[in-house]
């Protein structure tokens, strides 16, 4: 059986198909050779001056299968070394870490076996670091009420914002009193407009009425001429009858007339002032506009109850951040006062508990966790072995390749010293 062989058998591995190719190889290049020797066997008989260059040829045949022997086994050797090398370090990475899981082990039940009066203690510390964190999430949480926008906004106006939450509140209110101001002066106005319209229509047909009246008159006073002459009759008393209707319609007519008149100039003065009342109404209400405007692209809102409410949630968030530095102080506290009592009692990893209080204030907690640390270490203990029977394996391998080619050692120890790795541990 040859090295190769025998390397498998400890590891308990078939052989490569590489390297049986390559003895497939071997044992071809033998039945050539024999082939070859039977041909130069003849060849002798006729010319016995080759011999010389035949044997040559034959030792340089030896010499490469030597070699590729050598390397195939120097091949199977190194992964040896290899699989040597990553299962030692595994195996101490395992080892770290089952440490750390038994000493953990070591510190509940240290903590298990305390006093009731040192274990309440601790229970009444760990307490005092959840509520705390609870503290530090919930003020935590008003940091999303404005965005970082609108917070440095209202930071930077801090000291106007309650004085224009006063401004623009009566600048609002002033707007809805000037509006309603302007729809009570626009429709004042527009009254005034149909009221002269009609008085000026009933001015016009007085003025009708008038013309009517005169052409009446002037008529009947040629209808009465004419009779006079035809007739020679006096008609004194009828033209005087006529000229007093004349008179008694011009005055009635007139005297509205001059009422129409009066109302209308009263009309026009009070159209006047409307007109400039709303004028001067308008002047308030675009400047009033204009102020809250600016306001609003001040403070980026779109009322003053915005603006109010910003200022709210700011004062919410500062008040919350200066609790979430007390709660943040006071939590460092507790938990060093809890590191500082763990460490008394000879708890090695102090600080872990610190964010594991909930297992130090129930007991159901630390027995789950406790399960939990068992299961994990003999997981550990069932890994190492394995990884234990891997490496003896390698190394009973590589110890019979060296006994059985001691040229092999050097080898063997360059790869393992540039791994800081021994073959005897």
Known sequence: ?????????????????????????????????????????????KASGDNEDIKN???ELKAIKATKKSDNEKAVVKDVCEQ??????????????????????????????????????????????ELMEKDKQKYLASENLLTIEQYNRISMYEDDVIKTVKELNEMEMRDGLLKSDMG???????????????????????????????????????ALLMYALAKRESVTVYALGVGALLMIAFAASYAKYLDYSADIKDI?????????????????????INAIDYLYEKFEVNSCKELEYQWEQY????????????????????????????KKIGVRDAEVWTRQTNALIDRREMVEITHSLNVRRQKLREK??????????ATTALKAAIEEKPE????????????????EN
């Open 384 to 393: 190492l072995a394995t990884c234990e029977a891997i490496k003896s394996n």
């Open 1 to 45: 059986m040859g090295l190769f062989d025998k390397l498998k058998n400890y590891l308990n591995e078939e052989p490569d198909e590489e390297f049986d190719e390559d003895l497939n190889k071997s044992e071809k290049e033998k039945q050539a050779s024999k082939k070859e020797r039977k041909e130069k066997r003849k060849s002798r008989k």
């Open 315 to 342: 004062n919410t968030m500062v008040s919350d951040a200066l609790k979430y530095s007390k709660a943040n102080k006071n939590l460092r506290y507790f938990k060093e006062q809890l590191i500082v009592k763990l």
């Open 184 to 222: 009570y002066l626009e429709g004042e106005k527009e009254d005034l407009e149909y009221l002269r319209d009609e008085y000026a229509d009933s001015i016009t047909r007085i003025r009708g009425i008038m013309i009517g009246v005169f052409l009446v008159c002037f008529i009947a006073m040629g």
């Open 268 to 288: 026009d003065a009070k159209h006047k002032k409307a007109v400039s009342l709303l004028n001067k109404v308008k002047v308030k209400y675009i400047n009033n």
């Open 408 to 423: 092999l050692k050097s080898f063997v120890a360059e790869i393992l010293e540039s791994y800081r790795v021994s073959l």
């Open 84 to 129: 040597l090398v990553d299962v030692s370090y595994h195996m101490e990475d395992m080892k770290q870490e089952y440490k750390v899981v038994t000493d953990y082990l070591v510190d509940i039940q240290k903590i298990d076996e305390l006093p009731i009066q040192m274990a309440n203690d601790i229970i009444d510390t760990a307490k005092s670091i």
């Open 57 to 59: 040829l034959q030792k």
